[in-house]
């Protein structure tokens, strides 16, 4: 079984990381995703495909940085409307769903000669509806918003590569955020995982977000630390497929409650905003997202006089943030006081700060030892690493 799991640009290699610890050995890393496959195949064929299907399930349950798992059907050259067809008409689609259910499918394409993607997505629907009602006597109706099966086709210059999804929703939704959450513009939660991957934290130093709005990079970076599987709060488009394997989904959903409920923190989180109504959101949205309330320290505080919690003080720690910038609306910061701030209080600290902002090194007059190409949705961002000097200890003053 070749999988392939999209993520958002800039997030591939962490992402091939993240797989790997999964139990998945790397086929490809192209832009924007990464196929795989599982590691460790046992011959015999039964097992085999029970050692994919978990696979899928575990990475759909714990990846922190994919945006979907595509399980892949075929993959074959075209050159006309009609091989699309084709190719789409030999899957056994009886056995992945049933005329009840209803389906999306999503085409995209780079290079493909084909004059309409719409067209192209018109006959995959059409094959796939012909097959269920030669074999099943009827056909799936069409739902774009809560489609029960989801279906990709990927076309480039030459082949056509055809996927069934597992995971229903994108994967950045973990489960508990509120629809009508007034979060200004939150980060996806794929994305602010990433910051953390990209930055390196993995829970042993203090974490902080001096503007953390509704929570996220603060509430993923506790689930890491705290061993919680993002998916926790979700279900997934795999448990609509018609191999659904409820006990072996059930035995990773178990390994995954018992690692939760031993996970302990090691170091601090905290997490600050200028305004009341983003903490009072964020500390609920902690709370849904299965966090025990001691794991975040919450405080509402503008970023230019933000500090470290006490028990954060000494060896320093990683700032993680989303400051507002461009046409964002509400509130901003003083940059060069937000510069003076992190060079004073946070001394021996690394700040990482995600920003569509080129300028944002001149501004807080700090120099950047990193400097990562990142795309927050369609926006161009950066992901600027500033490594705050230590302050010479008072040790080491009385000695001198
Ligand atoms: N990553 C966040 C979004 C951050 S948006 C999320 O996922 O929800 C930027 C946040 O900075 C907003 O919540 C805004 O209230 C806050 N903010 C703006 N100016 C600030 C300042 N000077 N100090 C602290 N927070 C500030």
Same mark, same amino acid.
């Given at each position: ?10 997030? $591939? =290699? ?27 195949? =046992? ?28 399980? !892949? ?17 030999? !899957? ?36 796939? #509806? ?38 229903? %929703? ?7 955020? !509120? ?32 503007? #953390? ?6 509430? $993923? ?17 795999? !448990? ?5 394997? $409820? ?6 959903? %178990? ?39 001691? &794991?975040?320290?919450?405080?509402? #505080? ?21 400051? =507002? ?21 946070? &001394? ?32 161009? #961002? ?19």
């Amino acid at each position: 079984m070749i999988l392939f799991a999209p993520c958002p640009r800039g997030l $591939e =290699p962490p992402l091939a990381a993240e797989l790997t610890g999964l139990g998945a050995h790397i086929l490809e890393q192209v832009p924007g995703g990464i196929s795989f496959e599982a590691a460790d195949m =046992p011959a015999e064929e039964s097992a085999a495909l029970r050692h994919a299907w978990a696979l899928v399930y575990r990475v759909n349950l714990w990846s922190r940085l994919a945006s979907r798992v595509l399980i !892949q059907l075929d993959q074959a050259p075209y050159r006309k409307e009609k091989d699309l067809y084709a190719l789409a008409f030999e !899957q056994p689609w009886e056995a992945i769903m049933h005329p009840g259910q209803t389906l999306r499918i999503d085409t995209s394409a780079t290079r493909s000669p084909l004059k309409s993607l719409n067209f192209a997505n018109l006959l995959i629907k059409d094959a796939i #509806c012909d097959r269920l009602r030669q074999h099943l006597g009827d056909r799936p109706s069409i739902d774009t918003e809560q489609p029960d099966v989801r279906v990709f086709l990927f076309l480039d210059a030459f082949k056509a590569t055809l996927y069934v999804d597992s995971s229903g %929703e994108n994967l950045f939704k973990r489960g508990w955020r !509120q629809s009508d959450d007034k979060g200004e513009a939150p980060i996806k939660e794929n994305l602010a995982a990433g910051l953390i991957a990209l930055s390196g934290w993995q829970g042993a130093q203090p974490f902080a977000d001096p503007f #953390c709005g509704s929570g996220t990079i603060a509430i $993923e970076a506790a689930q890491q630390a705290l061993d919680i599987a993002p998916g926790l709060q979700r279900d997934f488009g795999f !448990q609509r497929l018609g191999d659904f394997d $409820e006990a072996l989904w059930q035995q990773e959903r %178990e390994t995954a409650l018992a690692r939760a409920s031993a996970g302990r923190l090691r170091a601090p989180i905290q997490a600050s905003d200028i305004d009341p109504g983003m903490i009072a959101l964020a500390r609920a949205n902690a709370q849904r997202a299965g966090l025990p309330r001691e &794991a975040i320290t919450w405080s509402v #505080c503008a970023a230019e006089q933000a500090r470290p919690l006490a028990s954060a003080a000494g060896n320093g720690g990683f700032i993680i943030s989303n400051p =507002p910038y461009g046409e964002r609306m509400g509130p901003s910061f003083d940059p060069v006081a937000l510069g003076n701030n992190l060079r004073q209080a946070w &001394a021996g600290w690394q700040a990482w700060i995600i920003t569509s902002d080129r300028d944002l090194p001149g501004q807080i007059r700090l120099r950047e030892s990193r400097k990562i190409p990142l795309f927050n949705g369609t926006l161009e #961002c950066r992901l600027f690493c500033f490594q705050m000097k230590a302050l010479p200890t008072p040790g080491a003053v009385a000695k001198t």
